[in-house]
Structure formats: structure tokens, C-alpha cells
T-cell receptor, first 119, second 114 residues
Framework: GAVVSQHPSWVICKSGTSVKIECRSL??????MFWYRQFPKQSLMLMAT?????????EQGVEKDKFLINHASLTLSTLTVTSAHPEDSSFYIC???????????????FGPGTRLTVL | GENVEQHPSTLSVQEGDSAVIKCTYS??????FPWYKQELGKGPQLIID?????GEKKDQRIAVTLNKTAKHFSLHITETQPEDSAVYFC?????????????FGTGTQLKVEL
């Protein structure tokens, strides 16, 4: 149980184009999902908190107009990198918080990540 | 906000030996501490977690200890195996308030040598 999937697993795009990454909780419902960014040999950096049915909460320094987040259902959140540039190349990872266990613990289950390369 | 420090950044052990990774946190209100294992090119996988009302938790070869007074917690892996080689991250979180965020340590690259 507690499986989170991401699609695509990797993507290469041209500078100036937009890329959408999907995050799904496969066997549980998640009112809250999180989007992280990770550079090589570094820790995970929280970009934003995605809440089902409401606007995402962005961390300081993260451009909300560049990284569009939509959380339309209890099992799906999407991150769209708009007008991507080479400096946006990174490993993007989502996580989901189990709604059932939310009152007991705050376990976050992570997806496998999406490697974005912008040429 | 919360600040989590993790040591060492790299750790090399012989197969069968034990490995210990230590983390300290700054926010005394943090009360949930998970540990994640991340293999190259993959997302982090939860391996064990502990809440602040418990001092120690064990799951087969993995154990976590928590000292709330000193605000530090540690991951212990016994009888290490080559497949334990990965990057390990500790994290701290407040179950109420705190914006529902996990604050991660900087990671430890564990290498188990044959």
C-alpha cells in the first residue's frame, strides 16, 4: 500500500516550452501533496504544498507563475513548468499525505521522481 | 523555522558492520521524525519513523533512537549489506501547526563495502 506514482519518469524539452508532471496516489486519498526539487547530491527542497480544491502554497523564492500546481482530485496533483529554461533542469519529486492516517502521523509517501532536462 | 543537521555526510562501512547516522533539530515542538532511503535516480522511501512520545523504535536491522531533551535522533543499521548502500535523509515535522512541512537533513551517503 501507500504507492505514489509520477509521470513521466524523465522528460527532455526545448527551452521556452512547458512541461507537465503528474503525481498520483494509487491506493489512498491525499488531501495534501507536496512538490520538491532536488539537485545532484543535495537534499530535497520543498517548492510548494498542494491542497485538493484550493490554491497551492508556495515556498519563499519559488515563482508561482512559473511552477503551476493543480490539485483537482484526492489522488492527482500536477506541476507544470512554464517556459522552461536550462536552469529548471532538475529532479522533481512529489509526495502525498495519507488522509486516513493524517490524524495519527504525518507520513509522506514519495513518488519515484521526474528527471527534467531543458535543452 | 525548523533546522535539521545531519552527520556524517558520507559513511563507509564493511559488510556486516553497523552504521549510525545522527541528526539534530532546532524546533522543540517537532514531534515526528521519519528516515528516508534514496537510491540513485529514485524517490525517497520511508524506512522507519518515530514520534516524540517514544524513545526508541526497531524494525529488524533498523532502529531509530530519539532524545527529546538534547533534540537529536539517530538511525542505526546493523549487519549492513551491500543493498543498504544509498543516501539516507532524516527529517523533522510538527504534527499540529507548523504548516505541515517536513524539514530534511542534508543526507548521508552510505557505502557498504564487501
Amino acid at each position: 500500500g501507500a504507492v505514489v506514482s509520477q509521470h513521466p519518469s524523465w522528460v527532455i524539452c526545448k527551452s521556452g516550452t512547458s512541461v507537465k508532471i503528474e503525481c498520483r496516489s494509487l491506493d489512498f486519498q491525499a488531501t495534501t501533496m507536496f512538490w520538491y526539487r532536488q539537485f545532484p547530491k543535495q537534499s530535497l527542497m520543498l517548492m510548494a504544498t498542494s491542497n485538493e480544491g484550493s490554491k497551492a502554497t508556495y515556498e519563499q523564492g519559488v515563482e508561482k507563475d512559473k511552477f503551476l500546481i493543480n490539485h483537482a482530485s484526492l489522488t492527482l496533483s500536477t506541476l507544470t513548468v512554464t517556459s522552461a529554461h536550462p536552469e529548471d533542469s532538475s529532479f522533481y519529486i512529489c509526495s502525498a499525505r495519507d488522509i486516513i492516517r493524517a490524524g495519527v502521523t504525518d507520513t509522506q509517501y514519495f513518488g519515484p521522481g521526474t528527471r527534467l532536462t531543458v535543452l | 523555522g525548523e533546522n535539521v543537521e545531519q552527520h556524517p555526510s558520507t559513511l563507509s562501512v564493511q559488510e556486516g558492520d553497523s552504521a549510525v547516522i545522527k541528526c539534530t533539530y532546532s524546533d522543540s515542538a517537532s514531534n515526528y521524525f521519519p528516515w528516508y532511503k534514496q537510491e540513485l535516480g529514485k524517490g525517497p522511501q520511508l524506512i522507519i519513523d518515530i514520534r516524540s512520545n517514544v524513545g526508541e523504535k526497531k524494525d529488524q536491522r533498523i532502529a531509530v533512537t530519539l532524545n527529546k531533551t538534547a533534540k537529536h535522533f539517530s538511525l542505526h543499521i546493523t549487519e549492513t549489506q551491500p543493498e543498504d548502500s544509498a543516501v539516507y535523509f532524516c527529517a523533522a515535522h510538527r504534527l499540529t501547526g507548523g504548516g505541515n512541512k517536513l524539514t530534511f537533513g542534508t543526507g548521508t551517503q552510505l557505502k557498504v563495502e564487501l
